[in-house]
């Protein structure tokens, strides 16, 4: 049975550009509960940890630097299905390959700085959630 939580994150440039509550209300309008949520920074290493399974990829550098460039917004996601109906709300990793609609079509502004994390299974939501928030900031 699928899980009824997934992990995101409001990425660097999304952030910058002032599309957080822009971006928040389309996943709560979309029936997603923000069951934990901060606004927070991450080191190169701490971004190169988060991201540790794509070390191999040429583009790996460049997404721990991008990634520690600026402020994000880490978040907890309830909802029946979460993981899949995330993905699906947020679209394809290159937004020229996005559906109209979803967030990243709207928001991302290159296939590195797409606006979003999703999480891509239950197990990796649980380790990204853990990742960011300790026992006692998860009191929902
Ligand atoms: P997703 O975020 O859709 O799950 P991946 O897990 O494949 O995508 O990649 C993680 C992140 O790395 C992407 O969201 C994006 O920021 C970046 N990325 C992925 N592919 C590329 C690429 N070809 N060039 C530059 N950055 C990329
Ligand atoms: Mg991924």
New binding site residues.
């Given amino acids: 049975m699928a899980g009824n939580r997934t992990f995101t994150m409001i990425?660097p440039d999304a952030f910058e550009a002032g599309n957080s509550g822009a971006i928040l209300k389309m996943i709560e309008e979309a029936g997603f509960k923000i069951v934990a949520m901060k606004a927070t920074r991450l080191t190169p290493e701490l971004a190169g940890k988060f991201?540790e399974v794509?070390k191999e990829?040429p583009?790996y550098a460049?997404?721990c630097a991008?990634m520690s460039s600026g402020p994000i917004i880490a978040a907890i996601l309830e909802k029946d299905n979460a993981v899949e109906d995330f993905r699906t709300l947020?679209g394809?990793?290159?937004p020229a390959n996005a559906a109209e609609g979803t967030i990243r079509k709207i928001f991302a502004k290159s296939?590195?700085?797409?606006a979003v994390?999703?999480s891509?299974s239950d197990e990796n939501a649980a380790i990204e959630g853990n990742f960011y928030f300790s026992q006692t900031e998860r009191v929902i």
């Fill in positions: 990425k991201y794509h990829r583009f460049d997404l991008y947020i394809a990793t290159n296939i590195e700085a797409n994390h999703g891509d």
